[in-house]
């Protein structure tokens, strides 16, 4: 019989709807009935494709004594952290405070009161390499409950006591400057890996957003050390088994540190993030590598995630049927020599092995390899590539499936329409423009209220009950504004405006600080205020990068003055942990280059001389350049108020720092305007 998880949209908390355990969606339904039971709260949190939050259901929340003890002792409350990040990160605050360290899934003992007393991620159901069994924790916590309460009535109250004292001593707003970014570059040099690619050791993940500063920096300043990183790393990912060699697409992590075995869950932040840092790079470098893996990222998403209503969806599952009727991590994507041999025949399947890295001993687990691209030399056959290329992935069609998160996230589909707008600018892909703005319509019509206030989620067309936290407001704000810089279309720039502005009334607090929660949001042991960027920027980051960006746009005053007090974290974080705030200091770039505001007007949007001198603007690698395009008198968009074309030709004009160069009628001109300059 389901439980009370049956009527969630949560993919996740659907996929414990028929668990033996009588599970609750966090609510005050929950507490009150824990109150009225005299029992502790067991908060479960985790997410759909979250490899070991299956293993832990399977093991313990699908077995039937284990269920029963929880049913009689507990309240359980399963929680999807991408549908509340709030409560996901004030809990995950208090577990690495306790423990020092966290992950999914997360289980969490709490009072009544939902002040936590004792902490855990993965239980195994029976002890295992040092860890107790669920059940022994299970009892034990019971028992600390009936005979030792004062005691846990103290723990709980010391840990709600010290979240509390954690509240971001915020003093500085003053913005970051040339020190704190060269400074901060000094120390991811430090920590660069220079034979991989990419920072620090294993598990390595894909630094999209450390890579985003670094091109700025590079197209602020002309380091070059600051492009070889960004170059060398995106190579190493993009020839890495992390990247999918067949389908395209970025897997959530590697491993290992040489990116060769990833964790194979794909999620949508991932690739959003890495779609638009590749397509900056083809940018700044024309790299065919870049281009190529930009725009097969773009597809996969379009392809894999879209949803039958235009939006995207969360992620893909690391698992799969293995054909046996196992469920295996990597399943769909890893291949054997035979396997090779059975699709491709024997010469096809051995100049294959080469080429993608497939190994008798193979590199991942019973003899199977992740297909990969290591450093060749020599020149390979391109059409017989391709043609093995397609044939495996018509052969990998026919396996089953990894599981799809489609319950769509709204800052998430943000980044997607973002990184699409920009990449189907770019490339000439005006259906990936089309998917950007078919993701945008549906955020506007199923997410947004007629306050513009957000949901968080929806799916099937249905939205969430959960309120949006700053990241979909500043995320969701991101891609409209990229939107309104590619079409041209003012309403865009003008719901980014509805959605900065509650940014400004109900985020902000007096001194500049951001807060991860609305003012009015249901109020949790502590109110979330997390500034350091991690799987996706912070929602303090990404505000500083919306804001900064509306403001040249509609030279608004009070978004420029919020997102520079805003910045003062980051001249705060920078130097001393810059791969933790990679996206605060992309923003300080474009803070310090102004950001420079470009107006296109000609005779028509789809004048073939209008048409040349926008995309001109839009592949212009100052840092955070904004573009407006339109016609003279349009008042589409406020940068073109009072622009003319010169000699009726199109004409683009760039200012910076309230100052304004000579309108010009030659995309050379406007190339060299929009690019490092010596001096």
């Not at 306790?98 to 992950?103: F, H, K, L, S």
């Not at 549906?442 to 949006?468: C, K």
């Not at 589409?636 to 009726?648: K, Q, S, W």
């Not at 100052?659 to 929009?674: F, G, I, S, W, Y």
Request: glycine share 10%.
């Amino acid at each position: 019989m389901p439980n009370r998880l049956a009527h969630e949209t949560s993919p996740y908390l659907l996929q414990h709807a028929d668990n033996p355990v009588d599970w609750w969606p966090w609510s005050e339904g929950a507490f009150e009935e824990a109150r009225r039971r005299d029992v502790p709260v067991l908060l479960s949190v985790g997410y759909s494709s979250c490899h070991w939050c299956h293993v832990m259901a399977h093991e313990s929340f699908e077995d039937g004594a284990t269920a029963a003890y929880l049913n009689e002792h507990f309240v359980s409350v399963k929680v999807d952290r991408e549908e509340r990040p709030d409560v996901d990160a004030v809990y995950m605050e208090a577990v690495q405070a306790a423990t020092g360290q966290g992950g999914w899934p997360m289980t969490v003992f709490l009072t009544p009161e939902a002040a936590p007393f004792y902490f855990g991620t993965y239980f195994p159901p029976s002890p295992r390499h040092g860890m107790p069994g669920f059940r022994q924790v299970l009892e034990g916590v019971r028992q600390a409950w009936a005979d030792r309460r004062e005691e846990v009535a103290e723990v709980a109250g010391k840990i709600v006591r010290d979240l509390a004292g954690r509240e971001l001593q915020y003093g500085d707003t003053r913005t970051p400057g040339e020190d704190e970014l060269a400074q901060a570059l000094l120390g991811l040099t430090r920590e660069y890996d220079p034979q991989r690619g990419g920072f620090g050791g294993a598990p390595k993940f894909p630094p999209s957003m450390v890579l985003e500063f670094l091109l700025r920096h590079h197209a602020r300043t002309g380091s070059e050390g600051a492009l070889q990183m960004a170059q060398d790393t995106c190579e190493r990912m993009a020839r890495g088994g992390i990247y999918d060699q067949l389908g395209g697409g970025f897997a959530r992590y590697s491993v290992d540190r040489d990116w060769v075995v990833p964790h194979f869950e794909k999620m949508l932040y991932d690739n959003a993030l890495l779609c638009r840092v590749y397509a900056h790079l083809w940018r700044a470098t024309g790299s065919r590598l870049a281009r190529r893996v930009a725009l097969e990222t773009a597809d996969f998403m379009v392809r894999e995630l879209r949803t039958k209503e235009g939006g995207f969806a969360s992620a893909l599952d690391a698992d799969s049927d293995d054909g046996s009727g196992r469920h295996v991590e990597g399943a769909a994507y890893v291949w054997t020599p035979a396997q090779l041999e059975e699709v491709l025949g024997p010469e096809d399947a051995e100049l294959a092995a080469r080429y993608f890295g497939v190994t008798d001993e193979g590199t991942f687990e019973h003899g199977s390899s992740v297909l990969q691209l290591p450093q060749q030399e020599g020149v390979v056959d391109a059409e017989r590539i391709g043609s093995i290329r397609s044939r495996l992935l018509v052969s990998r069609a026919e396996r089953p499936t990894p599981g799809r998160d489609d319950k769509v996230v709204a800052a998430w589909n943000g980044l997607a329409v973002a990184a699409l707008a920009e990449t189907g600018a770019y490339f000439d892909r005006s259906d990936l423009v089309e998917a950007a703005i078919g993701a945008a319509d549906l955020l506007v019509r199923l997410h947004m209220d007629e306050r513009a206030r957000l949901a968080r989620t929806s799916r099937d067309d249905r939205v969430g009950a959960h309120t949006g936290v700053l990241e979909d407001y500043a995320d969701v704000a991101e891609g409209f504004l990229a939107l309104a810089s590619v079409t041209g279309e003012g309403v865009w720039l003008e719901f980014a405006g509805f959605l900065l502005d509650h940014v400004l009334v109900r985020f902000t607090d007096d001194s500049g600080a951001l807060y991860d929660t609305a003012a009015d949001a249901e109020k949790l042991i502590r109110r979330p205020q997390d500034p350091t960027d991690n799987a996706t920027p912070s929602g303090w980051t990404a505000a500083a990068g919306a804001l900064l960006s509306y403001a040249a746009q509609t030279g608004s005053e009070p978004h420029r003055t919020a997102a520079e007090r805003a910045l003062g974290v980051v001249k705060a974080l920078g130097p001393r942990v810059p791969r933790f705030v990679g996206w605060g200091l992309a923003v300080a770039e474009a803070f310090l280059d102004g950001p420079r505001e470009v107006a296109v007007v000609g005779p028509a949007l789809d004048d073939p001389a209008t048409r040349a001198l926008h995309r001109t603007a839009l592949l212009g690698t100052a840092p955070g350049a904004v573009v407006a395009v339109g016609t003279a008198g349009s008042g589409e968009l406020p940068l073109l108020a009072d622009r003319i074309p010169v000699d009726d030709e199109p004409t683009a004009y760039v200012c910076r720092n309230f100052t304004c160069d000579a309108p010009t009628t030659d995309p050379e001109r406007l190339r060299n305007a929009l690019s490092f300059r010596e001096g």
